[in-house]
């Protein structure tokens, strides 16, 4: 669940009977939709996939002034890296009159060394405007 632009959203997983299917189910939420006033409801199969067995290490930070693309750009130099996020919350903080842009994100590294994460992650802050930090994941936080 999070609020994306002024909007909440809730993503849900869920196991079906056999006998069941989507389509199904989307037939049965949609009275509720439209009970709730909600701007949307789609239901979508997932397929069986195997766990990967990994656990996030870093996590990265994200400070700026809101614009478009900030978690697009972070996201794709991870992508491009192989680099698996676990976790990722994004917010505005401060006060109305000079928001900040907060994201945050768990990562596994794979096969991506901390250095040249990290220096890529120096080349994405300067071309997205913003400042990134990466540091070790306290367990005990989890």
Not at 18 to 35: M, T
Not at 100 to 115: I, P
């Amino acid at each position: 669940m999070t609020i994306l632009r002024g909007r909440f959203a809730v993503m849900l997983i869920v196991s079906l009977p056999e006998d069941q299917n989507g389509g199904a189910l989307e037939r049965r939420l949609a009275p509720v939709r439209e009970r709730l006033g909600l701007d949307a409801l789609t239901v979508s199969e997932v397929g069986e996939l195997e766990a990967a067995g990994t656990s996030p290490s870093h996590v990265i930070t994200v400070y700026g002034a809101d614009h478009p693309g900030i978690v697009h750009t972070i996201t794709a130099a991870l992508a491009e890296r192989g680099v698996n996020i676990t976790d990722l919350q994004t917010k505005l903080a401060g006060g109305a009159g000079s928001p900040v842009y907060v994201m945050m994100l768990e990562v596994e590294l794979g096969d991506c060394s901390l250095e040249d994460l990290d220096a890529a992650l120096v080349a994405v802050a300067e071309r997205a405007a913003v400042e990134v930090s990466i540091g070790e994941l306290d367990s005990a936080a989890l």
